[in-house]
């Protein structure tokens, strides 16, 4: 089968108690308009319609509530482990929706079942989100917190934002998002949520707030010409007052560019 054009997929945000799911697409459904997409939850089998017409958040939410899935993230892959984008105009195939805890406790079926995720090579580039993309999120409100050194306090306002509900990276600790802030469409931001969902709200505070003093440490190291200059970005922190619980996300701007990482954290 052919590969799909973007190589990163995640549904869901905010991960509590995930459970795997083996999704599959009908064959019998590729003639005509109506499609159907078999999903294999457990023991149950659920079976979700759609057309052509039907985009990805609204597949999504069938998926969600036949399935009786709240706040759980899962993976899509086809039978060769590359990632699947969900859309109404996706052909008819085999596809496998997994999440770690699941994984973990049906090891033996996954070994057997389960495709494994190819890792992207040092240096990837990922594929960033169109304004399509982005038209086809949700305007959520949101409060922007910034650290202001001079004042040494906290200052915030509201924002609306679009967030793009795939991470196209993930580390040991954060997950990474595109994000657009409203009243700024030029430019491109990344916000990271914790893997950890039950992590300390005020960490994200602390990392933005350390960061605003490294950035001018860092400026002031460059004061003095040295051989290789050192720079920060400005960090912020925004909460998502439109969603249960409010989550919080750490956001940065997006930085264009191949990385390389040097140390172990």
Same mark, same amino acid.
């Given at each position: 089968s052919?590969?799909? +054009? ?11 108690? $995930? ?13 005509s ?23 990805s ?9 036949? =399935? ?6 899962? =993976?899509?892959f #086809?039978?060769d482990? #590359?990632?699947?984008?969900? #859309?109404?105009?996706?052909?008819? =195939?085999?596809?496998w929706? *997994?999440? &770690? #805890? ?13 495709? *494994?995720?190819?890792?992207p ?7 960033? $989100? ?6 086809? =999120?949700p ?20 924002? !609306? ?16 998002h595109?994000?657009?802030?409203s ?8 916000? !990271? *949520? ?16 350390t &960061?605003?003093?490294?950035l &001018? ?13 050192? &720079? ?17 996300? +750490? ?15």
């Amino acid at each position: 089968s052919a590969s799909p +054009a973007h190589k990163s997929f995640r549904l869901g945000m905010d991960s509590n108690s $995930p459970q795997d799911i083996v999704a599959s697409s009908s064959n019998a459904a590729t003639k005509s308009k109506k499609k159907v997409l078999i999903v294999h939850s457990g023991d149950a089998i659920k079976r979700i319609a759609y057309t052509e017409n039907t985009n990805s958040i609204a597949l999504e939410r069938s998926i969600r509530r036949e =399935c009786n899935i709240k706040d759980e993230s899962f =993976c899509m892959f #086809d039978q060769d482990g #590359d990632n699947v984008v969900l #859309d109404g105009k996706m052909e008819p =195939c085999e596809i496998w929706i *997994t999440t &770690q #805890d699941d994984v973990k406790a049906n090891a033996s079926l996954a070994k057997k079942k389960m495709p *494994t995720k190819k890792a992207p090579k040092e240096g990837d580039q990922p594929v960033l $989100p169109t304004n399509e993309d982005f038209e086809n =999120c949700p305007e959520e409100n949101a409060i922007f917190h910034v650290f202001e050194l001079k004042a040494l306090k906290w200052k915030q306002s509201p924002i !609306k934002v679009r967030l793009i509900p795939t991470h196209f990276a993930s580390g040991k600790f954060r997950r990474a998002h595109f994000l657009k802030i409203s009243h700024d469409q030029e430019t491109l931001y990344v916000a !990271k *949520t914790s893997i950890e969902p039950e992590e300390d709200s005020e960490i994200y505070f602390q990392d933005a707030e350390t &960061q605003v003093y490294a950035l &001018q440490y860092a400026e002031l190291f460059n004061s003095y010409e040295p051989p290789k200059k050192v &720079q920060f970005l400005e960090a912020f922190v925004i909460v998502l007052s439109d969603r249960p619980n409010s989550p919080l996300w +750490a956001v940065e701007k997006f930085i264009h560019g191949s990385y390389r990482k040097h140390n172990n954290s």
